[in-house]
């Protein structure tokens, strides 16, 4: 074979071949120890077992003017119990090679971990210390506030997530927990004492709303015998609080420009409310959004990046919470091109939402996600977290057993009716983060609505940079 021969040989890519079929063993479910919801799946292949507590401790019950107490309780909870500092608590787990792990989100503040089968017992013994008894003691508050203010004073100074931050403030009122960043403002945050974290501790971390998921090598009576030894001290109720509550739609389409002077690039988002996170509708959001901004290959990135060479890369994406959510397109660009790319990304989004995606997209995008998911569920830890995404959200003990199935059902026709009840172009706000002396009279120029050119400013708590509203 010549040289010419082969390449002609390779000028197209192969067909893909058929999926491969993905077996995942069964959910069960129970409760446990004081009262605890319990799901566990097993899996025998390898001796481990990966676990995580779910507490009904998410950033959207934090008090208003409190914001980020979540995340601050959430950091400080390894860090020292009643009868171990938080030295010799991470020795017991380090003795035991159990790395824990405590995460917060909007919906649910998660303890995480990984041990060998045998060693649950031992294990649980820790993390129940941890639940039961924590302190919470002064100099890890303080520590961990430090931490967080100064995350939050350079997420302020990086664009891309100033851009996405404003958006939020954009479209959700003041008085709402997604106007402001997961992890609280510097006010809130400098603001906590050591008693409100101990407080909102003594209230949310209970586990009447909680779940304890388990996947490994264990059965379900081993899993169950465990967490009656060591959970079953752990009681209490939670507090009732109210859910976020839906966010009005803007009269007027906001179109939003953060001045920062001297900027040689544009970070841009268009964005509105999204649903909340159900099954209703979630196949064809999934595979929609792929096919508008959510893969390579979609019809945002061919356009901006592909055909335009505007940017590296354009994405889109659903948010989608407990109560309420977010659809968002986000993109960086050179100066000169922001207005163009902005155009770019609005034809992209109006011609979608008023003709949907075309067969050929479609199938593509089924074939992607349904290829990819079993990358998602290879390992027990991925596998506990997808599990507790059944009892945070209140979806069925089948819903990952069917995912493939419902996103392989999907049509364009499906697609377009759900998405047009959903998404909205010409309402949708738009936030510019750059040098306004060269973009704001483009921007106006579009006539896509009032601009508002914002500029940055001194914070009066720790001197960090502000967003400030310098002309309507």
Same mark, same amino acid.
């Given at each position: 074979?010549?040289?010419?021969?082969?390449l002609r040989r390779h000028a197209s890519p192969p067909e893909p071949g058929p999926i491969r079929p993905f077996h995942l063993p069964p959910v069960s479910s129970g409760t446990a120890?004081?009262?605890?919801?319990?799901?566990?799946?097993?899996?025998?292949?390898?001796?481990?077992?990966?676990?995580?507590?779910?507490?009904?401790?998410?950033?959207?019950?934090?008090?208003?003017?409190?914001?980020?107490?979540?995340?601050?309780?959430?950091?400080?909870?390894?860090?020292?119990?009643?009868?171990?500092?938080?030295?010799?608590?991470?020795?017991?787990?380090?003795?035991?090679?159990?790395?824990?792990?405590?995460?917060?989100?909007?919906?649910?503040?998660?303890?995480?971990?990984?041990?060998?089968?045998?060693?649950?017992?031992?294990?649980?013994?820790?993390?129940?210390?941890?639940?039961?008894?924590?302190?919470?003691p002064e100099p890890e508050v303080e520590r961990v506030r430090r931490q967080r203010l100064a995350a939050i004073r350079q997420r302020r100074m990086d664009p891309g997530q100033l851009?996405?931050?404003?958006?939020?403030?954009?479209?959700?009122?003041?008085?709402?927990?997604?106007?402001?960043?997961?992890?609280?403002?510097?006010?809130?945050?400098?603001a906590i004492e050591r008693e409100e974290v101990l407080a909102f501790a003594e209230r949310r971390y209970r586990p009447d709303r909680g779940a304890f998921i388990m996947v490994g090598?264990?059965?379900?009576?081993?899993?169950?015998?465990?967490?009656?030894?060591?959970?079953?001290?752990?009681?209490?109720?939670?507090?009732?609080?109210?859910?976020?509550?839906?966010?009005?739609?803007?009269?007027?389409?906001?179109?939003?420009?953060?001045?920062?002077?001297?900027?040689?690039?544009?970070?841009?988002?268009?964005?509105?409310?999204?649903?909340?996170?159900?099954? @209703? &509708?979630? $196949?064809?959001?999934? !595979? /929609?959004? *792929?096919?508008?901004?959510?893969?390579?290959?979609?019809? +945002?990135? #061919?356009?901006?990046?592909?055909?335009?060479?505007?940017?590296?890369?354009?994405?889109?994406?659903?948010?989608?919470?407990?109560?309420?959510?977010?659809?968002?397109?986000?993109?960086?660009?050179?100066?000169?091109?922001?207005?163009?790319?902005?155009?770019?990304?609005?034809?992209?989004?109006?011609?979608?939402?008023?003709?949907?995606?075309?067969?050929?997209?479609?199938?593509?995008?089924?074939?992607?996600?349904?290829?990819?998911?079993?990358?998602?569920?290879?390992?027990?830890?991925?596998?506990?977290?997808?599990?507790?995404?059944?009892?945070?959200?209140?979806?069925?003990?089948?819903?990952?057993?069917?995912?493939?199935?419902?996103?392989?059902?999907?049509?364009?026709?499906?697609?377009?009716?759900?998405?047009?009840?959903?998404?909205?172009? @010409? &309402?949708? $706000?738009?936030?510019? !983060? /750059?040098? *306004?002396?060269?973009?704001?009279?483009?921007?106006?120029? +579009?006539? #896509?609505?009032?601009?508002?050119?914002?500029?940055?400013?001194?914070?009066?708590?720790?001197?960090?940079?502000?967003?400030?509203?310098?002309?309507?």
């Open positions: 074979m010549t040289p010419v021969d082969s120890g004081g009262g605890v919801r319990v799901l566990s799946l097993t899996r025998p292949e390898i001796p481990l077992a990966s676990g995580c507590i779910v507490l009904d401790a998410g950033e959207s019950t934090a008090p208003g003017d409190r914001g980020g107490i979540a995340v601050l309780a959430g950091d400080i909870l390894t860090g020292g119990t009643e009868s171990r500092d938080a030295f010799q608590l991470a020795e017991a787990l380090e003795r035991l090679g159990v790395s824990l792990r405590v995460s917060t989100g909007w919906d649910a503040t998660t303890l995480s971990f990984t041990t060998l089968a045998d060693r649950l017992d031992a294990t649980l013994e820790v993390v129940s210390e941890v639940l039961r008894t924590a302190v919470f851009a996405s931050d404003e958006l939020n403030r954009t479209l959700f009122p003041q008085d709402h927990p997604y106007h402001r960043g997961l992890s609280g403002e510097v006010e809130s945050v400098a090598d264990l059965a379900e009576a081993q899993v169950h015998g465990a967490v009656d030894r060591h959970l079953s001290g752990w009681v209490g109720s939670v507090v009732a609080s109210e859910s976020p509550s839906e966010a009005p739609k803007p009269d007027a389409r906001p179109v939003v420009l953060v001045h920062r002077p001297g900027a040689v690039q544009s970070e841009i988002r268009i964005g509105q409310v999204g649903p909340s996170r159900s099954l @209703e &509708g979630e $196949a064809e959001l999934d !595979v /929609g959004n *792929a096919v508008l901004g959510g893969s390579f290959t979609s019809r +945002l990135n #061919l356009n901006l990046r592909e055909k335009h060479g505007f940017t590296y890369g354009v994405r889109s994406g659903f948010a989608r919470r407990r109560s309420g959510g977010l659809f968002s397109i986000g993109t960086a660009v050179q100066t000169e091109v922001t207005v163009a790319a902005l155009q770019e990304a609005l034809f992209e989004f109006r011609r979608f939402v008023a003709h949907g995606p075309e067969e050929s997209e479609v199938r593509q995008a089924r074939d992607y996600l349904a290829g990819v998911f079993p990358l998602r569920m290879e390992t027990a830890p991925q596998i506990a977290a997808r599990l507790a995404e059944l009892h945070i959200f209140g979806l069925p003990l089948d819903y990952h057993h069917g995912y493939r199935e419902r996103i392989r059902a999907v049509t364009p026709g499906s697609i377009h009716e759900v998405l047009a009840g959903i998404l909205d172009p @010409e &309402g949708a $706000a738009i936030v510019v !983060v /750059g040098d *306004a002396d060269h973009l704001q009279g483009p921007l106006e120029g +579009l006539g #896509l609505g009032d601009v508002q050119v914002q500029t940055e400013d001194t914070d009066p708590v720790g001197g960090m940079a502000a967003v400030q509203e310098t002309s309507p």
